[in-house]
């Protein structure tokens, strides 16, 4: 007697609205809140914009888009929707597969501190000297050398949090992911909007402001202004690594995917300009209180969430608010956006193994979490995070885009193919248009971004560390991750997983 395997159910979002909020609540994170603002301010001010909006449209759009019409297309996730395209670009799935682990493990570490921060908000715990609070009593960061020591204050709430997220995960698409991503987005505008009305009403905002949006025409001139918007709008919108083709293959086939593109890249627009006018408000305050211009008072990253923002907080008026409105939208934008990297990892298991939601999501993110609270709630976790996010950020996803685009236009030619998938029921039509710009400009700007940022790299040794950590944590991660692809593109498919795209939507589930 022949036992037949019943098909497994990839899951699906229910309608377009809940896989748009998703796909915004995956592009817009951390980078938006605390790097924007920064690359605003040091790209021209309000000239800025300029530069911005043309990235957003020759390069952000159309490579969303591009991921959209691989996943929709191909109904499978990163290494299966390569693999149905031509079964020698399934490495290409799985590079950025192994991507995404890589930034999910540390990823954790910065939720579990700002989800401190919150608490600490209310308290002032970092006294008069929040930097050295942040690297000594909180992180008690290590000297340029790799520990095992715990520290409790990181290592308790980085198990929550992923406790929290494999239980999302374990939901499945809809009630996990497309259920959170409709609640926390509406709750993290509403955080944000509020963070910034508050902002505003502090005394040296209107200064702050001017600061942001003063133009400076000439900057329109320096190529590095023009880099750093096609890298703004690049890392912000969650393209190239697997996320947005993964969320595609869960949308319905007659949903507006090119409508649905656009809204999601302006909403991710929108909320990084809110950032803006609410961080260099607060920043113009700070400047005012403490005496100073308010360039002097500009950061970006860790510097600006955990240095520059708890000293506000000890200065504004109802400094515990506006310190939990703040921390609370980095968990809230932090949080939608790992649980849309893990989906990539989990995705690709499950298509590879044909395994079941949860024993899928066990399987991935119980190791992952492991690594993660071993390496990162320790006394070396922020500087290996440090390392490991700008090389994984430039030598992992800006790569591995470049590698995929090429290999679509030019390696299969399965571009205009896949302009006509998406045309028959967007509301914009991919025309010429599109087809030129991801055969021939998108991929030319990254190939000049990676060559800027590879002659910087290796000119000036990042972050002043030593040349071992930059091997290991750096070149090495970037480098493992694509090894790990081609690995793990070697195992056949099970002879029940077709390697044809299913033409109904009732073949999703297979």
């Not at 949090?161 to 509403?190: D, E, H, N, Y």
């Not at 086939?253 to 649905?260: A, F, I």
């Not at 703040?326 to 956006?337: D, H, I, P, Q, R």
């Amino acid at each position: 007697m022949t036992v037949t395997r019943a098909p497994i159910d990839r899951g699906r979002f229910s309608n377009k609205t809940v896989f748009i909020m998703a796909a915004i609540g995956s592009a817009v994170g951390l980078g938006n809140i605390w790097r924007f603002p920064y690359v605003a301010y040091e790209g021209g001010g309000g000239a800025f914009i300029l530069p911005y909006l043309v990235a957003l449209l020759v390069a952000g759009i159309p490579l969303l888009l591009l991921d959209y019409a691989i996943g929709h297309s191909q109904r499978g996730s990163a290494p299966l929707a390569f693999a149905r395209i031509s079964r020698k670009l399934e490495w290409i799935g799985w590079w950025q597969v192994a991507i995404c682990v890589v930034i999910a493990v540390y990823y954790a570490a910065i939720l579990a501190w700002s989800t401190q921060y919150i608490g600490f908000s209310f308290t002032q715990a970092w006294g008069e000297d929040p930097e050295g609070f942040l690297f000594g009593e909180f992180l008690q960061a290590a000297d340029n050398e790799v520990t095992l020591q715990f520290v409790p204050a990181v290592l308790i709430p980085m198990a929550i949090i992923w406790i929290v997220t494999i239980a999302v995960m374990a939901l499945g698409v809809q009630k996990g992911i497309g259920a959170t991503s409709v609640v926390f987005i509406p709750v993290l505008l509403l955080a944000f909007g509020a963070l910034v009305v508050q902002a505003l009403s502090l005394p040296g905002a209107i200064e702050g402001l001017e600061t942001l949006f003063a133009p400076n025409w000439a900057a329109l001139l320096d190529p590095a202004v023009w880099a750093s918007a096609f890298g703004q709008i690049f890392f912000s919108l969650s393209v190239g690594f697997g996320i947005m083709i993964t969320y595609a293959s869960y949308v319905g086939r007659k949903v507006d995917m090119t409508g649905s593109a656009f809204v999601v890249g302006f909403a991710n627009s929108g909320f990084e300009l809110l950032a803006g006018i609410g961080v260099f408000s607060a920043l113009g305050f700070l400047a005012q209180a403490s005496g100073a211009a308010v360039a002097d008072v500009v950061a970006a990253g860790i510097g600006l969430a955990f240095v520059a923002f708890p000293a506000i907080i000890s200065q504004a008026p109802l400094g515990a608010l506006l310190g939990v409105l703040f921390f609370t939208s980095l968990v809230l934008a932090g949080f939608t956006s790992l649980v849309s990297i893990l989906e990539v990892v989990i995705s690709a298991v499950r298509d590879k193994l044909e395994l079941g939601r949860v024993q899928a999501t066990l399987v991935v993110t119980v190791p992952m979490a492991a690594v993660s609270i071993l390496l990162f709630s320790t006394t070396s976790g922020v500087l290996v995070l440090d390392i490991a996010d700008y090389f994984i950020n430039r030598f992992g996803i800006l790569l591995v885009a470049l590698v995929a685009m090429l290999a679509i236009a030019w390696g299969v030619r399965r571009v205009p193919s896949l302009a006509e998938h998406m045309s028959r029921y967007g509301s914009i039509r991919l025309g010429r248009w599109w087809v030129v710009l991801v055969t021939g400009i998108t991929p030319a700007l990254i190939a000049i971004m990676l060559v800027l940022e590879l002659v910087t790299a290796v000119t000036t040794p990042y972050g002043g560390y030593p040349t071992w950590m930059l091997a290991v944590f750096g070149w090495g991660t970037a480098g493992a991750a694509l090894i790990a692809g081609i690995l793990l593109s070697i195992p056949k498919w099970k002879a029940t997983t077709p390697l044809d795209a299913p033409q109904h939507d009732e073949e999703v589930i297979r």
